[in-house]
């Protein structure tokens, strides 16, 4: 079925708007642009999917000055679903205080309400390779990480690194090599550790991640959780600093809580 004119016209008014809201700081109102109920998917930026336009505000606001300080929408193509619903699709480009910029497709449903039309589910994905092609970002780079960590699998933590990667522990446990350096030298000592190493580590718990001044840069607030034959269970914090090209690591800098490290293998520092 065909929309009439003026929706389209109050649909691409209802995108466009969102820039203008946002950018100004005028999240009390967001009920201009979302349903009270809106699905807003940023699960590709590891911050997860939120429910509702109170828990959108807190989130943005949590973000705080690391949003852009501009939102760019372009390229609205409007795609009716029936007489109270179309699929919305768009691109985005943000601009951050330190002239940085980002490109994201907003994949929008909106529904038509009593008061207009609103955004009631909204996907918000990366654009960071040429022609379609998919490039893993730094958040999706660090699920990889965690997963060959907690799978203690050497060719896929092989596929994570870089071949000219560094990997530095600026808290040093004694006897741990401050600094790797190449690929090879980083796994080879990764599974060296975990044929010495009696612990296993079974998830990570994510406190915070936070994006930096480059887009390949974050740094992610954590703790692994596993268990140790010599003290049971046990919870290890840390904070990286993860840097990623062309989807892998190229410098990881890692805050490991050597403290903890010690308590869950039963040593004394």
């Known amino acids: 079925m065909a929309l009439a004119e003026q929706d389209r016209i109050d649909i691409t008014d209802l995108i ?45 606001l949590a973000v705080g000055a690391a949003n852009p300080v501009g939102h760019h929408v372009t390229n609205i193509v409007i795609t009716p679903i029936d007489e109270r619903s179309a699929r919305v699709r768009s691109k985005g480009l943000g601009v951050k205080a330190d002239g940085t910029a980002g490109s994201v497709v907003y994949e929008d449903i909106v529904t038509r309400q009593p008061d207009g039309w609103k955004i009631s589910h909204r996907t918000v994905t990366a654009r960071r390779a040429a022609l379609g092609k998919h490039e893993s970002g730094p958040r999706e780079i660090l699920e990889r990480y965690r997963q060959a960590s907690i799978d203690q699998s050497v060719e896929e933590m092989r596929r994570v690194y870089a071949p000219d990667a560094v990997h530095e ?12 350096e190449g690929r090879e030298e980083i796994v080879t000592w990764i599974a060296a550790g975990w044929s010495a190493n009696p612990l296993r580590f079974e ?61 869950a293998l039963g040593q004394d520092i």
């Open 203 to 263: 998830q990570y718990r994510t406190f915070a991640v936070h994006d930096t001044g480059s887009p390949e840069t974050i740094i992610v607030e954590q703790e692994a959780i596993g268990t140790s034959p010599v003290t049971g269970r046990f919870a290890l914090p840390n904070i990286i600093v993860l840097t990623a090209d062309e989807g892998q690591i190229t410098h990881l800098r890692d805050y490991v809580n050597i403290l903890a490290a010690a308590a």
């Open 169 to 180: 522990f600026p808290f040093a446990f004694p006897g741990v090599p401050s600094r790797l």
């Open 16 to 60: 466009n708007l969102h820039g203008h809201l946002t950018d100004a700081g005028d999240l009390h109102r967001a009920g201009e642009l979302f349903t009270p109920d809106v699905v807003y998917d940023l699960s590709a930026f590891g911050f997860g999917v939120v429910h509702g336009t109170a828990a959108l505000r807190e989130s943005a």
